[in-house]
């Protein structure tokens, strides 16, 4: 994505403007350029001026400290998931930034597009991080919408997750997009459920457009409010993730912003907003399914998702040092549609495609100290073995396993096995069969069902004449392979790139007497959770 991406797409198609609202917004500026409404008795004068950062990326910490230097405060929009994962904030620094007077707000647990998953998928995300926050002892009360997505049932469900705010991007002037919009938000808002604010702070911002949001809002008297969004504030000269904003920029503004008339005020999103902070509340849990049904969604890979190229409630995951591709192919088990993943360049790590990692929509929901019995058929250069993950309750996702290696297939073959007990506390399970080596493996026709023997069910039997799969008990005979490239845009596209799921680093550690081929016991290898992002440093 380009950071383009994250403002607020000029149409509004995103999100339906009722008439009567609609009206309300013309009256106090929503698309009027030179008619300002003047202040209702008792409303404050002046400019609010509200310093607001996103996704909790590590760089934000000498900025909360800047404002503290200053003696302001801003509002950081956080993700509960990122927190204490490598280029983010650790909870220590977020207690810190909290005990100087910063505002936590939330921003989902893991960043999705929320106008693009389902309304119960959307408020797990938003409900269950303000329930992490609270567990932290770190109540939140306010929110803003990863890339500035929304809906009109989204904006309900921040409202029913009892948040008591939520910002939007790209509806106050800048000369980015919006050259004829408002100049700020009003005090009160009109409609808090996606308050207005200028496109996010990026690299081809100068001070002098820092200040002229400011500045602008000011010439109208009308008390204004702008808030403005950082994501990564960096060194001058020092490689940074977009969007970004130098510190010496973001330095010498605050430096400005301090020095404004007394008219002009700094407050958190929060103080603007006010309200009490209310109590969090756990968003919809996604049901298990029956014993001896099939667990697994689009389990056959025939419904595509032109949004990432690959079949609908599947994405593709790996980790190491190897190059992986996916496509979508026609080689199919059974129906029209199977991926074949491809390796070269291999050194370490894996490759799969498997049910995303969410929290609930596409990954199958379980029950700690019960079995599952997974299937899955698949082609293949090289031996393969399911690698096994798990959701805990707070939305993150653990390596939890895997299962013995299956042999190389030149025909379609299924794979079978029955997990050890689901773990205390896991919610989810998701699987997938890897590749592990140069070469291809295609799979198609996935099964997960709660195991009631240890034989696997006839619910995991597809109709052929292949026998399953045998366990392989001899290192993985090289294969070499190469891939092709391409946008993951429509079926059969080569998609390149896959989100990162830790696995079990090298020398892979075994059952029993230490040999990779028997698989990965759970708990030999204890990996830091994390969560999958559709993008870690953006919105």
Known sequence: MTAGAHRRPATRTRRTVTPILALVLALVGWSLVGVVAAPAAGAATGTVVSLTFDDANADQFAA???????????????????????????????????????????????????????????KRQICNDRVNWANWGIPVANFAYPFASSTTAVENAVNTCGDNSARGLG???????????????????????????????????????????????????????????????CAAGAPCPAPSVTSTIFDQFVDWLAARPTTTKVKTVGAVIGGTTKAAIAGPVAPEAPAGTNMIGNASMETFDTATGLPQCFMAGGWGTNTASFAV??????????VTTTV??????????????????????????????????????????????????????????????????????????????????????????????????????????????????????????TQPAAFVDAAPPPAGSAAAGGPPKKRGDVIRKSSPMPGPALPRVGRGDGRPERGIAPGAVVLAPFVVSPELTRG
């Not at 000369?175 to 459920?193: D, H, I």
């Open 64 to 122: 909360a400290a800047k404002l503290k230097s200053k003696n302001m405060a801003g509002t950081f929009f956080m993700n509960s998931g990122f927190i204490n994962a490598a280029g983010y904030l650790t909870l220590d620094q977020v207690r810190s930034m909290k005990a100087d007077g910063h505002e936590i707000a939330s921003h989902t647990i893991s960043h999705p597009d929320l106008a693009a998953i389902s309304l119960d998928e959307a």
């Open 171 to 233: 509806d106050v002037r800048t000369r980015f997009s919006c050259g004829t919009c408002t100049v700020g938000e009003t005090v009160p808002p009109a409609y808090k459920w996606y308050t207005r604010a200028p496109d996010q702070v990026e690299s081809t911002w100068t001070l002098a457009d820092l200040q002229k949001s400011v500045t602008q809002a000011e010439a109208r008297n009308n008390g204004p409010w702008v808030q403005l969004t950082f994501h990564h504030i």
């Open 329 to 338: 192919t026609t080689d199919a088990h059974t129906g029209s549609s199977a």
């Open 344 to 465: 070269s360049g291999y050194q370490s790590g894996d490759a799969k495609i498997l049910p995303t990692l969410d929290l609930g929509q596409c990954s199958p929901t379980v029950t700690a100290g019960q079995t599952y019995t997974l299937g899955e058929w698949y082609k293949s250069t090289g031996v393969t073995q399911f690698a096994v993950y798990y959701r805990t309750a707070n939305g993150l996702w653990n390596y939890w396993t895997s299962s013995p290696w299956f042999a190389a297939a030149s025909t379609w073959t299924q794979a079978t096995w029955t997990t050890p007990v689901v773990p205390a506390g896991a919610t989810a399970v998701s699987f997938g069969l890897n590749i592990f080596s140069n070469g291809t493996v295609t799979t198609d026709d996935l099964s997960m069902v709660r195991a009631v023997a240890a034989a696997a069910p006839s619910a995991l039997r597809s109709a052929s004449s």
